[in-house]
């Protein structure tokens, strides 16, 4: 396989894993308003995903120095094209980041109550922002023949951008609401698995018309597969909520998020950006990327350091692995 | 913007924006170095010795360095984005060799730091007391890794090795990936940059625990905060010697591959052999004849060569010389900013070091100090070299304008094309308020916490009844 390929693959892999991560973390920051109904609630609710939010982003950060160490050119046209909705999920995960730290530092109603709208409104605009980026990714923006965005702000704004963020804003609310009722118990526990249900099922029908559009944009017999692999995935999940068996119906939802991921990543391939212009301003896997000296030496960092990554990082979850609930949140 | 009376540009406020965003972020990264290891060091010694005093302060600048380092984790996903969004003809031209430390970093060294603090943070009461340890040592191991490959990749800028530029793509490309990793400014830089970070982390330490030694004596914990305070006096002590060290080896290195940064340093525009060092200089530094200046004879040809006798290029003749090598324009960094940069940055460390000097000497054979000057002294104390440090990097970073990489780009080509001025004045703007804002509650939270003093130790419960899956959290958010 080409380096640029295997590249290709681990970007699109570094991503997916980003959005299953943090997917339930955003899901769950959104819900805390909804199925947090006091301070200790909602301290459950924060607690499920306290230990690993952290190492959970890690995967935007080293996504990104990806893409910047394999496909500079798309690194550069993406983060300077997409400019205000990037700036605007930076300044999301800054306050949210900081809220889970700061939150309960100080006793006052208030104080908790400024922390809370941040990791609300924190995890609300990246769950639909990066759906919005990465069906503009796909979808192709304006540019021109040196690679630049020429287009402006409301060029992101179009319909199948906004039904992508509609789309990420749902599965990951659907897996915030799965994942806990995978981590808590008692009351929150029946409460979030209910809502999964009922939340997963407009999920289900947004994330239908998405991947269908997605396929008459651009298509391959794989991405076919992988879309209707997704559809079946978040159906699964959905049904597993259902009948409370939740490690499955979590497995299901983080299926879900990786396959429709997958799809986008398929059917774009072998091109990283297209240009809704002339053809000669696409990026592509070839045009974008770093000499293939560079290309090695990455793959052999990747090679042996992603490994030990994912050990020590599902080790984690092993170690933090209990359910928790009102009764182990202590009283300070 | 012409009725300013002057014209700003995207690029200005591109430049700004870095400045801002990148001391800002470096306000939280010296803490987070340092107190990763020294509360590494402080849990080792509970470990070693079983002494509740050691634990009790671990906890209490454990919590310290938390509230820090959230600050820290989220303005440093600010930095690997900016590149992209301001300066995408930079990333354009350096990506295949710039990236890849920076990728590298996250994998090898963020995720590790990330990770274990979470499983430190959480793990009090869910891993064994050996892993517990070894999970802070492992994340404080991280930290400093990371520091490693960032430094790489902005020595890159300083002195670009390893590489060579494609005539056909314009572009650089990496030739040796070891010169980039070994480049022997990022081999002195680090050490440099890490004894900084020590100092600042010493100071903080020192500041804390003098606080309550002076004002809290009736404690049940003096001798917790006493040891904690000459603790911190002796690795400010140390570093500062080390920051002194690997400065000096700096200097000489920077003489040699950056020539008119040295110069800028001391606003020396002729070439002089030897040369001297001012303490001090009031008048312009504009070449003309200053007012009054403090000279030490021999000092910078001493410092940039070794020499006493030395010869130290000045900024006319390099200007000369850069004109003639890279075409007209100028190449010289704005004088009195390198100047002064120069002088605070190593002013204030050292005054760091006094006052830890001083606080060791007042603790001597027992004695407690009760001045009210040297508990002043004492919180100004962890100010000095944080700002020390951000005085070294805008020296570094202003000394080597108009390059953006020394040499091969300057730094108006390494701007985004298509980024509009309204873009990034709204986002510069956006930065420096929710900045402002947080840098505001991140310090009145540091105050009271460091008040509130060492925790009490509550006894673990027993093992009585108490079904696990009831028991509360060791620690929650």
């Known amino acids: 396989m080409e380096l640029t390929t295997i590249w290709f693959l681990l970007v699109a892999v570094l991503f997916t894993g980003y959005f299953i991560l943090e997917g339930f973390d955003f899901g769950v920051g959104m819900l805390l308003p909804v199925l947090g109904r006091d301070d200790r609630e909602r301290r459950v609710l924060i607690n499920t995903i306290g230990p690993v939010w952290d190492g959970n982003e890690v995967w935007l950060i080293t996504a990104g120095g990806a893409m910047f160490a394999a496909f500079p050119e798309w690194y550069a046209t993406l983060f300077s094209g997409f400019y205000l909705p990037l700036l605007l999920i930076l300044l999301a995960l800054i306050a949210r980041g900081v809220a889970f730290e700061y939150r309960h530092k100080r006793p006052e109603a208030t104080w908790k109550r400024r922390w809370d709208a941040a990791i609300f409104w924190g995890s609300l605009l990246p769950a639909i922002l990066w759906g919005v980026a990465f069906a503009n990714i796909f979808r192709g923006v304006p540019l021109d023949a040196d690679h630049e965005y020429v287009g402006g702000l409301f060029d992101l704004l179009n319909p199948y951008a906004l039904l992508g963020g509609l789309t990420t804003l749902g599965l990951f609310l659907t897996h915030g609401a799965v994942f806990l009722a995978l981590k808590t118990s008692g009351d929150i526990r029946d409460r979030a698995g209910a809502l999964a249900v009922k939340v997963g099922a407009g999920t289900a029908v947004v994330a239908v018309a998405f991947l269908a559009w997605t396929l008459t944009i651009r298509s391959s017999a794989a991405a076919v597969v992988l879309a209707v692999g997704a559809a079946l995935a978040l159906l699964a999940g959905l049904a597993a909520a259902k009948v409370r068996r939740e490690g499955w119906a979590f497995t299901g939802t983080a299926v879900a998020i990786a396959l429709a991921v997958a799809t986008l990543f398929a059917a774009l391939f072998p091109n990283v950006m297209p240009s809704t212009l002339d053809a000669a301003g696409t990026l592509t896997a070839t045009n974008a990327a770093s000499t293939p000296y560079t290309l090695k030496i990455m793959t052999w960092v990747a090679v042996v350091f992603t490994p030990i990554v994912l050990a020590y990082q599902g080790w984690t979850y092993w170690v933090f692995r209990k359910r928790i609930g009102v009764q182990n949140i202590p009283q300070h | 913007m012409h009725s300013w009376g002057f014209q700003v540009d995207a690029l200005d406020v591109a430049r700004w924006q870095f400045g801002v965003t990148t001391v800002y972020h470096f306000l939280f990264v010296p803490l987070t170095i340092g107190l990763s290891i020294l509360v590494a060091i402080l849990q080792t010694l509970w470990h070693r010795t079983s002494n509740e005093r050691y634990l009790k302060l671990t906890k209490f600048y454990g919590k310290l360095f938390l509230i820090n380092f959230a600050m820290g984790v989220v303005t440093g996903i600010v930095q690997e984005f900016q590149f992209g969004m301001n300066w995408s003809d930079y990333s354009r031209f350096v990506g295949d060799i710039f990236g890849a430390p920076l990728a590298i970093e996250a994998l090898v060294a963020f995720f590790l730091e990330s990770t274990f603090i979470g499983l430190w943070i959480f793990g009090w009461d869910r891993l064994p007391k050996r892993l517990h340890l070894a999970a802070i040592w492992a994340a404080a191991i991280g930290t400093n890794l990371s520091a490693y490959f960032i430094l790489a990749a902005n020595s890159f800028m300083q002195n670009p090795v390893g590489y060579r530029v494609n005539p056909t793509t314009g572009r650089a490309e990496l030739t040796d990936f070891l010169a980039v990793l070994t480049n022997k400014v990022a081999l002195v830089t680090f050490p440099h940059t890490l004894a900084g970070a020590f100092l600042v982390a010493g100071s903080l330490i020192v500041a804390v625990g003098l606080w309550h030694v002076i004002r809290n004596r009736d404690s049940a914990d003096t001798d917790a905060y006493r040891f904690a305070t000459k603790f911190g006096s002796w690795v400010v002590l140390v570093s500062s010697a080390l920051v002194?060290?690997?400065?000096?080896?700096?200097?000489?290195?920077?003489?040699?591959?950056?020539?008119?940064?040295?110069?800028?340093?001391?606003?020396?525009?002729?070439?002089?052999?030897?040369?001297?060092?001012?303490?001090?200089?009031?008048?312009?530094?504009?070449?003309?004849?200053?007012?009054?200046?403090?000279?030490?004879?021999?000092?910078?040809?001493?410092?940039?060569?070794?020499?006493?006798?030395?010869?130290?290029?000045?900024?006319?003749?390099?200007?000369?010389?850069?004109?003639?090598?890279?075409?007209?324009?100028?190449?010289?960094?704005?004088?009195?900013?390198?100047?002064?940069?120069?002088?605070?940055?190593?002013?204030?460390?050292?005054?760091?070091?006094?006052?830890?000097?001083?606080?060791?000497?007042?603790?001597?054979?027992?004695?407690?100090?009760?001045?009210?000057?040297?508990?002043?002294?004492?919180?100004?104390?962890?100010?000095?070299?944080?700002?020390?440090?951000?005085?070294?990097?805008?020296?570094?970073?202003?000394?080597?304008?108009?390059?953006?990489?020394?040499?091969?780009?300057?730094?108006?080509?390494?701007?985004?094309?298509?980024?509009s001025l309204t873009e990034v004045l709204t986002s510069f703007t956006a930065f420096t308020l929710i900045y402002a804002t947080l840098a505001v509650i991140e310090f009145k939270l540091l105050v009271r916490y460091a008040k509130a003093g060492v925790p009490d130790l509550t006894p673990a419960p027993a093992d009585d009844d108490t079904d696990d899956a009831e028991r509360p959290l060791a620690f929650a958010y």
């Open chain 2, 244 to 419: 002194l060290f690997t400065g000096d080896i700096q200097g000489k290195i920077m003489t040699d591959v950056q020539p008119m940064k040295m110069a800028a340093a001391e606003a020396l525009y002729t070439t002089e052999s030897p040369a001297s060092f001012s303490v001090l200089t009031v008048g312009s530094l504009d070449g003309s004849r200053e007012v009054f200046a403090i000279k030490i004879p021999y000092l910078l040809s001493f410092l940039g060569t070794g020499d006493p006798n030395g010869t130290v290029q000045g900024i006319n003749d390099l200007q000369s010389q850069y004109t003639a090598q890279y075409g007209a324009g100028s190449y010289t960094p704005i004088i009195p900013v390198t100047y002064w940069s120069f002088r605070f940055m190593i002013g204030l460390g050292l005054a760091a070091a006094a006052i830890a000097l001083i606080v060791l000497w007042t603790h001597r054979k027992g004695r407690t100090p009760r001045s009210r000057w040297l508990l002043r002294a004492g919180l100004v104390m962890p100010a000095l070299p944080l700002l020390a440090n951000s005085f070294g990097w805008i020296f570094t970073e202003m000394g080597r304008q108009p390059w953006i990489v020394f040499g091969e780009m300057l730094t108006r080509n390494g701007v985004s094309r298509t980024v």
